[in-house]
Structures are given as structure tokens and as C-alpha cells.
């Protein structure tokens, strides 16, 4: 790993770089050639520092010009050491994007964070003799005040504070501290103020479940009978890497004493649309009717499921964004197209189970075969689909019980494209209107390739029907742990990113294929298929993580048994 001696002095100064803006932001600095400083807790060589340089490689940029410093925005100064304090006397721009994003914080902490700490970036940067700019990352819904206070008498603070909650009250309190000791002490500054910010606009990539992803995590859950607000409710968003690349070009376009900017895509439906959209997208059934805010405000939250904090985040309220328009227009940046990227988005939150996870399997932008994640509709079943859609060489099928990121292991052993599906009614798949075996002659209609089906326990069945069906269509078949090879299946459990009812429908189909019957029928079938056949009595199937050995082995199993094929 490249140390932070290795780096040019910095020119800019991230504080909040290994949140989700920030890290967009270091991303998108370092992609421009610019040398930059991320503040880190703890600083070098801290497990913090280790992730986000994996990270910057990981999304293809060089973490060399990166220096990290060790910053506590809760202390004068930063709490910076002397060398820090070194390493940062050439930064002529300073970020602030550090704040606590979470609700139902106690109000000392939010204060602490989004106002004390505001106030130390704002003084420290008032001690850099080269300082260009302070862009000060600040919060929806606040700072359109043209005539700020601060500080404001405790009175009118309670009242804020019990009016608001304690994140949005503390960011108010904070966008109109900077702004008013930013003027005193004559420090150019840019305050940002952004909308909701959701995932990238080509990999929908999260990172960040608060807010509207709470919203698509109960409308996924089937908890979201009732949508708060109105039909002109506006709950506006911005892509993540567009926010970046604008806080990016803020020091270099806005000149003189202080700007403000709203960043929003004003493309963005009503929220009522927003989320039909989302719910057509992802398969499951839309909220039937709006509920006023000011009756779920009154209802138990134990019956609503709303935090009453987001509940201040439900407006009509459009805005003004004209200066930040300008802006994006000499910048040369434009907002991607709101739905698809809603869509990737929500397909993203999804794959990362609404943050359960370490996004070690979806949440992860690698080469490897199953990098691809999307939803279609196959035999009328919305469709997750990892892999190669249109020529694949391996199509890997698994069980009852888990989903197709349990082959996420083999899959980055196998050489040549893989096309993963979770099956209808399964892992995040909702049922299809056709068996199991015409939904797969509809998955693979598409495909180029005359693959080889990788079968595990339950799949083995919708494997061997297609065969049998379509032998022009597959050049042979890997099953692994067949139920009539074995009397023993395991349990089913749930998990995050699944489907409601998805581990009941996974029982179902265990409870049938111990069935005398059914080991009848897929042995028959076995015993005439004409495909050329591997049968693997594995124990199980590794889950997406698990270390080497037995994931290799397979996945050269399956190389061999493919290499055999073009022999014969």
C-alpha cells in the first residue's frame, strides 16, 4: 500500500472522507489529478484509512497522491498533531462534508457534530493563509434563510430542537453558524445544500440506508400499505457521483465572499410517483393510498413505522436552484436520468440488503463474473440476475434456501461468462406464472451460447425438465448433490435482501423434493437425459465469502467437465 509520504502536499482538504459523499468526493479529486488529504479518525495506518484506499482502488483510481490526516471535528483546531498541521500547509480548499446522517440521535450529539464541529472546520480554515474556499456540505431543507442568527437565544434553540429532532434542528443550527462566522472572519464560503442523494447513476451503488432508502426498504418489505404526504409531496434526489463532481467544481467557479447552491434533480417525480416507479421496478405491490403526515405524526410510530425526524422531510415545498444550475452549466455536468436511476438504485439497496450486510457480495464494483446486478421480467416473474445475460457459458442455478450470490465464490474461479439467477419466488425473484422449467427456457431465450447448466439440490429438477426439453439449447450439466443422491437437506432461513414469504416458498420446495415421488421423477429424468451429465455429491453449496478449497475445487470441476465437452 502506497504510504502518505508518497503523496504531493495536498491542495485539498477532505473532512467526512470515508463517509458515502466524501468518499465520491476523494474519488472524484484524485480522479482530476488533484492532491488531496482525507481526514481520517485515528488517521494512518488505522483499519478507516485501510478501507477507503481499498476502496479508491477498487473504483480504478490511484490512492498515491492521497495523504490522510487524523481529524476530531469535536476539538479546537481539529485535534490535528503538528505534523498533521504540516502535511496541510498548502490546502487552499477545504470540504466539510463530516455531520452525523441518523435519527433519533440525542440532541448533545447532533449539537456536537453538525454545530461545534461545523464551527472548528470553519476556524480552522480561517488560519489557512492561501485559502481559496470553505464548501460547507449543509442540509436539506435548510438555509434558505437570507438573514441568518447565530447564535440564537436557548428559547428559540429548545424550541427548534423539539420542533424539528435533533438532526435536522442541529443542521439548521449549523448551516446558519457557518454562514454568520464565515462573514465575520471573511472566509469565502459555499454552503451545499443537496437533496436526498441516492446511488451511482451507472451502478446504483448505496452506502447510505437512511432517509428515502428507509422508504424503498418497508415498500420491499411489504410494509408500506399507506404512503405519508400528498400528491404533490416532493421528495427530490440527486446521483451520488453527479453531487461529487458539483462539490468538486465549487472552489474553481464560485468567486467573492459567499454562495449558496440547492442541488436537486427537479426532474424527480412526486413522491407518490417516485415510489410507484420503484415498486413497478422491483415486482412488488405500491402503497394503496396517501395518509396525511399530520395524522401519521399522531399515530404510534409501533403502528406506523415512520420516524417522526423524516416526517419533517414530506413537503410540497419546491426550490430554487438556479445558482447551482449555472454552476453545473459552465462546469459542464448534467443530472442522469432520474429513473433509471431510481431503478439502479433501488436494485442496489436490494442486493446490499438495505445495509444488514458487509457488501462484500453485491455491494462490491469488481470485475469478477457476477459484477452485473439487474432486475426482468421472466415469465412473469420480476427476475434478479447477476451475470451474462446474452452469452453465457455456465448458468448456475442454486437451491432452495439461498440465492444466486451463493456462487459468488466459484463464480470468480470460473474463466468464461456466468449468468446467476435467483429462481421464481426465491431469494429476491418473485413467482413466475410458468413452472420452473419454462421460466428458464424464457431466462436463456436470449443467449447466444449453447451453456453448461450448474445444478444444485432442488435446481437439479428445472435443470434436467429443460434439458430434456430444449438438448439443442445446453451442452451439458453439472448437478450437484442431487436429491436422490442424498437424504439430507438443509433448513431454510431468511435473510435481509429476500423477499417477503421467500423462505416459506424455500421450505415448500425442499418439503417436495424429499418426496419419494419427486426423487422418483428427477432420477427417471436423469437416467434418459441425453445431455452429457457431471454429477457432484457435494454436501452443500458454499455461501458467496467462504475461503478457497472447496469453491476451487468445484469451479475446476466444472472447467473440466466443460473442457471435456468440446472433445467429445
Same mark, same amino acid.
Given at each position: 500500500m502506497p504510504t502518505a509520504t508518497a503523496a504531493a502536499p495536498p491542495r485539498t482538504l477532505v473532512l467526512g472522507a470515508t463517509g458515502f459523499i466524501g468518499r465520491w468526493l476523494v474519488l472524484e479529486l484524485l480522479g482530476r489529478g488533484e492532491p488531496v488529504a482525507a481526514a481520517v479518525r485515528g488517521g494512518r495506518g488505522t483499519p478507516k484509512e485501510h478501507e477507503l484506499r481499498r476502496w479508491l482502488r477498487t473504483h480504478g483510481v490511484d490512492d498515491t497522491p492521497l495523504t490522510t490526516v487524523a481529524a476530531d471535528l469535536t476539538r479546537p483546531d481539529l485535534g490535528l498533531s503538528p505534523e498533521d498541521e504540516a502535511r496541510l500547509v498548502r490546502v487552499r480548499d477545504v470540504h466539510? @462534508?463530516?455531520?452525523?446522517?441518523?435519527?433519533?440521535?440525542?440532541?448533545?450529539?447532533?449539537?456536537?457534530?453538525?454545530?461545534?464541529?461545523?464551527?472548528?472546520?470553519?476556524?480552522?480554515?480561517?488560519?489557512?493563509? %492561501?485559502l481559496r474556499r470553505l464548501v460547507h456540505l449543509s442540509g436539506y431543507r435548510v438555509g434558505r434563510d437570507p438573514a441568518p442568527r447565530h447564535p440564537l437565544p436557548d428559547a428559540e434553540t429548545d424550541a427548534l430542537y423539539a420542533r424539528l429532532g435533533a438532526y435536522e434542528a442541529s443542521k439548521q443550527l449549523g448551516d446558519s453558524?457557518?454562514?454568520?462566522?464565515?462573514?465575520?472572519?471573511?472566509?469565502?464560503?459555499?454552503?451545499?445544500?443537496?437533496?436526498?442523494?441516492?446511488?451511482?447513476?451507472?451502478?446504483?451503488?448505496?452506502?447510505?440506508?437512511?432517509? @428515502?432508502?428507509?422508504?424503498?426498504?418497508?415498500?420491499?418489505? %411489504?410494509?408500506?400499505?399507506?404512503?405519508?404526504?400528498?400528491?404533490?409531496?416532493?421528495?427530490?434526489?440527486?446521483?451520488v457521483d453527479h453531487l461529487a463532481r458539483f462539490l468538486a467544481a465549487?472552489?474553481?467557479?464560485?468567486?467573492?465572499?459567499?454562495?449558496?447552491?440547492?442541488?436537486?434533480?427537479?426532474?424527480?417525480?412526486?413522491?407518490?410517483?417516485?415510489?410507484?416507479?420503484?415498486?413497478?421496478?422491483?415486482?412488488?405491490?405500491a402503497p394503496r393510498r396517501l395518509v396525511p403526515v399530520g395524522l401519521v405524526r399522531r399515530l404510534p410510530r409501533a403502528l406506523t413505522g415512520a420516524d417522526p425526524e423524516t416526517l419533517t422531510f414530506l413537503s410540497e415545498d419546491t426550490y430554487d436552484t438556479t445558482s447551482a444550475d449555472r454552476l453545473a452549466d459552465a462546469a459542464g455536468l448534467h443530472h442522469p436520468a432520474v429513473l433509471p436511476l431510481l431503478q439502479r438504485w433501488a436494485t442496489r439497496l436490494v442486493a446490499d440488503g438495505? %445495509?444488514?450486510?458487509?457488501?462484500?457480495?453485491?455491494?462490491?464494483?469488481?470485475?469478477?463474473?457476477?459484477?452485473?446486478?439487474?432486475?426482468?421480467?421472466?415469465?412473469?416473474?420480476r427476475s434478479y440476475l447477476l451475470g451474462e445475460r446474452e452469452a453465457p457459458r455456465h448458468v448456475l442455478l442454486h437451491g432452495a434456501g439461498t440465492d444466486a450470490d451463493a456462487w459468488r465464490t466459484v463464480a470468480a474461479r470460473l474463466t468464461e461468462p456466468v449468468l446467476a439467477p435467483d429462481l421464481p419466488g426465491l431469494g429476491r425473484s418473485s413467482r413466475a406464472a410458468a413452472p420452473d422449467h419454462h421460466w428458464l427456457a424464457e431466462l436463456l431465450a436470449p443467449a447466444r451460447?449453447?451453456?453448461?447448466?450448474?445444478?444444485?439440490?432442488?435446481?437439479?429438477?428445472?435443470?434436467?425438465?429443460?434439458?430434456?426439453?430444449?438438448?439443442?439449447?445446453?451442452?451439458?450439466?453439472?448437478?450437484?448433490?442431487?436429491?436422490?443422491?442424498?437424504?439430507?437437506?438443509?433448513?431454510?432461513?431468511?435473510?435481509?435482501?429476500?423477499?417477503?414469504?421467500?423462505?416459506?416458498?424455500?421450505?415448500?420446495?425442499?418439503?417436495?423434493?424429499?418426496?419419494?415421488?419427486?426423487?422418483?421423477?428427477?432420477?427417471?429424468?436423469?437416467?434418459?437425459?441425453?445431455?452429457?451429465?457431471?454429477?457432484?455429491?457435494?454436501?452443500?453449496?458454499?455461501?458467496?465469502?467462504?475461503?478457497?478449497?472447496?469453491?476451487?475445487? @468445484?469451479?475446476?470441476?466444472?472447467?473440466?467437465?466443460?473442457?471435456?465437452?468440446?472433445?467429445?
Open positions: 466539510n @462534508l463530516a455531520a452525523r446522517y441518523e435519527f433519533g440521535l440525542p440532541r448533545a450529539e447532533a449539537h456536537a457534530a453538525n454545530v461545534d464541529g461545523a464551527l472548528h472546520v470553519l476556524h480552522w480554515a480561517a488560519t489557512r493563509s %492561501g453558524a457557518v454562514r454568520v462566522e464565515a462573514a465575520r472572519l471573511g472566509v469565502p464560503l459555499t454552503t451545499v445544500n443537496p437533496s436526498s442523494v441516492v446511488g451511482h447513476s451507472v451502478t446504483g451503488q448505496a452506502g447510505q440506508y437512511v432517509g @428515502l432508502a428507509e422508504l424503498i426498504r418497508q415498500l420491499w418489505h %411489504g410494509r408500506l400499505p399507506l404512503l405519508p404526504g400528498t400528491a404533490r409531496t416532493f421528495l427530490p434526489v440527486v446521483a465549487v472552489p474553481e467557479h464560485d468567486h467573492g465572499p459567499a454562495h449558496a447552491h440547492t442541488v436537486l434533480d427537479p426532474s424527480t417525480p412526486p413522491l407518490m410517483e417516485l415510489v410507484a416507479a420503484v415498486a413497478d421496478h422491483l415486482g412488488v405491490p438495505f %445495509g444488514t450486510g458487509d457488501g462484500s457480495t453485491a455491494g462490491t464494483d469488481s470485475a469478477a463474473p457476477l459484477s452485473t446486478i439487474g432486475f426482468d421480467t421472466v415469465a412473469g416473474s451460447t449453447r451453456p453448461v447448466l450448474v445444478a444444485h439440490s432442488t435446481a437439479v429438477g428445472t435443470a434436467l425438465r429443460y434439458a430434456t426439453d430444449h438438448p439443442d439449447r445446453v451442452s451439458g450439466l453439472v448437478l450437484i448433490a442431487p436429491p436422490p443422491l442424498r437424504s439430507d437437506l438443509p433448513a431454510v432461513t431468511g435473510l435481509p435482501s429476500h423477499r417477503p414469504g421467500a423462505a416459506r416458498r424455500a421450505g415448500a420446495a425442499l418439503r417436495r423434493a424429499r418426496r419419494s415421488s419427486e426423487r422418483s421423477r428427477v432420477a427417471a429424468l436423469l437416467e434418459a437425459c441425453s445431455t452429457p451429465v457431471r454429477l457432484i455429491p457435494a454436501p452443500s453449496l458454499p455461501q458467496a465469502g467462504s475461503p478457497g478449497g472447496y469453491p476451487g475445487e @468445484l469451479a475446476v470441476a466444472i472447467e473440466d467437465f466443460t473442457r471435456s465437452l468440446s472433445a467429445r
